[in-house]
């Protein structure tokens, strides 16, 4: 094994894939992690396809100056696109991880499955699709546009939350047996939908957890633990909420601004102290 672990990239459009993050740090130790936060064009939910896959390419093309091993997918929504067969993976060195592909596959055919995602990963189709080539017999979705913002902004408990939280879920209570966090915002609210829907959540970066472990064979490490995180907006509101967020994991966070659309000038400087 490499004597500093792989290199591991992640990203999303805010700090939902920190529940992802976490969950690959919990189980893996030390390994260099790289998380992008594209917190500039947040939500993604709700953008036009054409903008978020130009989006994502530069996200890959950066991944690919890091030289990351594996590219981890902490968004539902961009891995749709890429699902779609719009993106050219075979023009990067790393590994591509779906959140969607390995979020699936602990539910079985007889399971009856509520699906929460944003806009996109729901218009998209490719849970249902895949759900559907699975046969499951009782499904149904359901776009939740104003959890992004809701969390983005802090209110992770309280009466805000839980207004919104009723105004979803209020026709779900006790009819599904699994309800499938299909946006990786959503498990910071994991508590509260079990609750309103007494059903059983599914947090696909199990899925992941399981994939890096059982296909790529990743090392399970000790020692001190760190992550890189690339921020593209607000700077300051995803330290404090990451902070929030990565509470109880005691690592180093370093927290560096970038440009997407200066990646191929700043190459040089991109990669500084
Ligand atoms: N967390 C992302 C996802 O899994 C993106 C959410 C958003 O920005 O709307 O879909």
New binding site residues.
């Given amino acids: 094994m490499l004597p500093m672990g792989m290199k591991i990239g992640f990203f999303?459009?805010?700090i939902?894939?920190l529940t992802v993050l976490k969950n690959v740090m919990k189980n893996f130790g030390n390994h260099q992690y790289f998380y992008l936060a594209d917190n500039l064009n947040?939500?993604?939910?709700?953008k036009p396809i054409s903008f978020l896959k130009e989006n994502l390419e530069k996200i890959m093309y950066f991944y690919n100056l890091l030289h990351v091993d594996v590219l981890i997918s902490?968004?539902?929504?961009?891995d749709s696109i890429v699902l779609k067969n719009n993106i050219a993976l075979n023009n990067y060195d790393f590994v591509y991880v779906s959140?969607i592909k390995n979020g699936i596959k602990s539910i079985k055919k007889e399971d009856s499955v509520l699906l929460l995602?944003?806009e996109n990963?729901i218009k998209l189709g490719v849970y249902k699709n895949l759900l559907f080539e699975k046969g499951i017999k009782k499904f149904d979705e359901l776009a939740c546009p104003l959890f992004?913002p809701l969390i983005e902004e802090g209110y992770w408990y309280g009466q805000m939350a839980d207004s919104i939280l009723r105004f979803y879920l209020r026709d779900f209570r006790a009819k599904y047996d699994k309800v499938l966090l299909?946006?990786?915002?959503y498990p910071i609210l994991e508590e509260q939908i079990e609750r309103y829907t007494e059903a059983l959540t599914i947090d696909p970066s199990d899925g992941i957890v399981d994939f890096l472990n059982e296909e790529i064979k990743v090392e399970k490490r000790i020692g001190s633990l760190s992550v890189n995180y690339y921020i593209t907006g607000n700077i300051e509101k995803f330290k404090y909420l990451s902070k929030l967020f990565m509470k109880d994991i005691s690592y180093v966070p370093n927290f560096k601004k970038i440009d997407l659309n200066k990646l191929y000038e700043k190459q040089s400087i991109l990669f500084t102290k």
């Fill in positions: 999303d459009s805010g939902g894939g947040v939500p993604y939910g709700s902490a968004c539902n929504t961009t959140i995602g944003t990963t992004v299909g946006c990786t915002h």
